[in-house]
């Protein structure tokens, strides 16, 4: 490919993905209003956040951690919000894993950490995570809202979870591009909500 043919194909991309958002804005905007809302009166009731991913949908869990933990957007200060990724502490995630299995990794700390009322975010591109099927389980055993961030057809955590939001896209990074433009509107709505 010439450097013309690549600019070409990069146009291509970005209108390809101008499309998509629009459709997610379209098809998935009441149910993100929705979302938010429940987000907030977990977080209003006492309860906490609590997020699992795979790969980049783990970096996926830790960014919507942060961005709960810390602010969106340098214009708004606010206290914190109880969120936490259940990916991000290394010796939880190999103990679990040599100690239980890594389908495990997820379910163990929401059985230590997870109370009724709290929420589970389980993102996936593909929805066929073992590790989070088994997280989702534990979840709905324990009394916690489930929502999954999924991609496809929604895969086997769509019909799971207790709320689904679904990039109907088969590209792994088209559905991750969806799934962080869908984090930072949950933080924006729940930041207006409860401040």
Known sequence: MNRDQQLSHLRKLADETSILRKSVVDQLGPQILDLAAVISGVIGAGGKILMAGNGGSAADASHFAAEMVVRLSANKNRQSLPALSLSVDPA????????????????????????????????????????????????????????????????????????????????????????????????????????
């Not at 894993?97 to 495990?104: H, I, K, M």
């Not at 009322?117 to 916690?144: H, P, Y």
């Open 92 to 195: 939880v995630v190999t103990a679990t894993s040599n100690d239980f299995g890594f389908e495990n990794v997820f379910a163990r700390q929401i059985e230590g950490l997870g109370v009724k009322g709290d929420m589970l975010f389980a993102i996936s591109t593909s929805g066929n995570s073992a590790n989070l099927v088994k997280a989702v389980q534990v979840a709905r055993e324990k009394g916690l809202i489930t929502v999954g961030l999924l991609g496809g057809n929604g895969g086997k955590l769509v019909g799971l979870v207790d709320r689904a939001l679904v990039i109907p896209h088969v590209s792994t990074q088209r559905i991750q591009e969806e799934h962080t433009f869908i984090i930072h509107l949950l933080v924006e709505l729940v930041e207006s909500d409860l401040f």
